[in-house]
C-alpha cells in the first residue's frame, strides 16, 4: 500500500495529466479505475470521495483527496518541487500556466464524456455531429497553441528544454485528438514537441493502453 490512490478513469485525459506528474514526481500509487461507460463514478462511494463524480481524484492517506487535474499538478509541484513542472521565473510559469490553460481549460470541458453526450440526448448529435463539435474546438484551440508555441521561449517542449506542466496537457490531449479524427498536420510545433515526450518513459507510463483497465 501506498501513501496515495488515484481513482482515475484510463482513458481521461484529465487522469493521463496526473497520471504523468506522479510518474515524473516519482510517487507510487495505489490505482482505482472506474468505467465511466457503465457510470461508476456515480457510485454513492465516489460520490463522497467527489461530489462533482468528474475524473480524476487523489486520495492522500489520512490527510485528504484532491479533485480538479489542474489543481492537483500544482499541489504535487509545490509538495514535490524535483523535478519541478513550473518555471523558477513568475513570467516563465505564467506563460506555461497560459499554454496549459488553452487545453485545460478552453478545448477540454467543452469535449468532454458529458458534453458530447449532452449533444446527443438533447440535440440529437450523432456520431458525425458529434466528432464535428470536438474537432471544431480543438482546432480552434490547437490554432493558438500553434501560435504561442512559436515564441521563443519554446524550446525542446513548451517551455525551454525539460518537459513540464504544459507538455503533459498537451500529451494528454493528443489522445482524444486522435480518437475524435483532429487533422494535426497544420501544427508542427506541436506534433514535434508531442513527439519528444511520446519517447519519454514517464510520459509513456501515463498514456492511457498502458493502464490496468485499458480495454
Known amino acids: 500500500m501506498t501513501d496515495h490512490i488515484l481513482h482515475n478513469y484510463f482513458r481521461s485525459t484529465t487522469s493521463v495529466r496526473v497520471r504523468i506528474a506522479l510518474a515524473m514526481k516519482g510517487?507510487?500509487?495505489?490505482?482505482?479505475?472506474y468505467a465511466l461507460l457503465g457510470n461508476e463514478h456515480k457510485s454513492p462511494a465516489y460520490l463522497a470521495l467527489n461530489p462533482q463524480g468528474l475524473m480524476p481524484a487523489l486520495e492522500i492517506k489520512n490527510q485528504a483527496v484532491l479533485?480538479?487535474?489542474?489543481?492537483?499538478?500544482?499541489?504535487?509541484?509545490?509538495?514535490?518541487?524535483t523535478p519541478p513542472l513550473l518555471p523558477k521565473d513568475p513570467l516563465g510559469r505564467a506563460r506555461v500556466r497560459s499554454l496549459s490553460q488553452i487545453i485545460a481549460v478552453d478545448i477540454h470541458p467543452i469535449n468532454n464524456l458529458r458534453v458530447l453526450k449532452?449533444?446527443?440526448?438533447?440535440?440529437?448529435?450523432?456520431?458525425?455531429?458529434?466528432?464535428?463539435w470536438f474537432r471544431t474546438w480543438a482546432a480552434a484551440g490547437m490554432e493558438a497553441l500553434e501560435?504561442?508555441?512559436?515564441?521563443?521561449?519554446?524550446?525542446?517542449?513548451?517551455?525551454?528544454?525539460t518537459p513540464g506542466m504544459a507538455d503533459i496537457c498537451l500529451y494528454a490531449?493528443?489522445?482524444?485528438?486522435?480518437r475524435f479524427g483532429?487533422?494535426?498536420?497544420?501544427?508542427?510545433?506541436?506534433?514535434?514537441?508531442?513527439?519528444?515526450?511520446?519517447?519519454?518513459?514517464?510520459?509513456?507510463?501515463?498514456?492511457?493502453?498502458?493502464q490496468p483497465d485499458a480495454k
Not at 27 to 33: E, S
Not at 119 to 129: C, I, N, R, V
Not at 193 to 199: D, G, V
Open 27 to 33: 510517487l507510487d500509487y495505489d490505482y482505482k479505475g
Open 67 to 81: 479533485t480538479q487535474s489542474m489543481a492537483i499538478l500544482e499541489y504535487l509541484d509545490e509538495a514535490h518541487p
Open 118 to 132: 449532452y449533444l446527443e440526448t438533447e440535440f440529437g448529435a450523432d456520431k458525425d455531429a458529434k466528432f464535428k
Open 147 to 161: 501560435v504561442r508555441l512559436g515564441e521563443t521561449e519554446t524550446g525542446q517542449f513548451c517551455h525551454g528544454d
Open 173 to 178: 490531449q493528443m489522445f482524444n485528438n486522435e
Open 182 to 210: 483532429v487533422d494535426m498536420t497544420p501544427y508542427p510545433h506541436i506534433m514535434r514537441i508531442h513527439k519528444s515526450c511520446a519517447a519519454l518513459p514517464n510520459f509513456i507510463a501515463g498514456a492511457p493502453m498502458n
